[in-house]
Nanobody
Framework: QVQLVESGGGLVQAGGSLRLSCATS????????MGWFRQAPGKEREFVAA???????YYTDSVKGRFTISQENAKNTVYLQMNSLKPEDTAVYYC????????????????WGQGTQVTVAS
C-alpha cells in the first residue's frame, strides 16, 4: 500500500512563495509518476503538475514559469516550489501517484494524500 503525506501549506501574501512536500512510503519511486492537484471551494479538483520517474515534467498553463515540480529519489519525496503566488492559487493541494506515464486527469491516479491548505492573501 502506498501512503502519501503532504506538508508545507500555509498562508502567504500575493507574490510570495511556498514549497510543498509529499513524502511517500510503501513503495519506491521506480515506474511511478507523481502529481500535484488542487481543489478550491466549490470547484473541481484540477491538475497542477506532474513528474515521471525519468524526470519528465508537465504543468498546467496557469502555473508555468511560477511553479516547479521536483523529486528527491533518495528521500522518496516530491516537491512543488510555488513562486509568485496569486490569490487564485488558493486551494487544498493534493499529492497523487500513478504507475508509468504522465497524466493530468485525477482519475488516472491511484493513490492520494490527505491534502494541505494553501491560502494566498491579496
Amino acid at each position: 500500500q502506498v501512503q502519501l503525506v503532504e506538508s508545507g501549506g500555509g498562508l502567504v501574501q500575493a507574490g510570495g512563495s511556498l514549497r510543498l512536500s509529499c513524502a511517500t512510503s510503501g513503495r519506491t519511486f521506480r515506474s511511478y509518476t507523481m502529481g500535484w492537484f488542487r481543489q478550491a471551494p466549490g470547484k473541481e479538483r484540477e491538475f497542477v503538475a506532474a513528474v515521471s520517474w525519468g524526470g519528465s515534467t508537465y504543468y498546467t498553463d496557469s502555473v508555468k514559469g511560477r511553479f516547479t515540480i521536483s523529486q528527491e529519489n533518495a528521500k522518496n519525496t516530491v516537491y512543488l516550489q510555488m513562486n509568485s503566488l496569486k490569490p487564485e492559487d488558493t486551494a487544498v493541494y493534493y499529492c497523487a501517484a500513478k504507475l508509468y506515464g504522465l497524466a493530468n486527469a485525477p482519475g488516472a491516479y491511484d493513490y492520494w494524500g490527505q491534502g494541505t491548505q494553501v491560502t494566498v492573501a491579496s
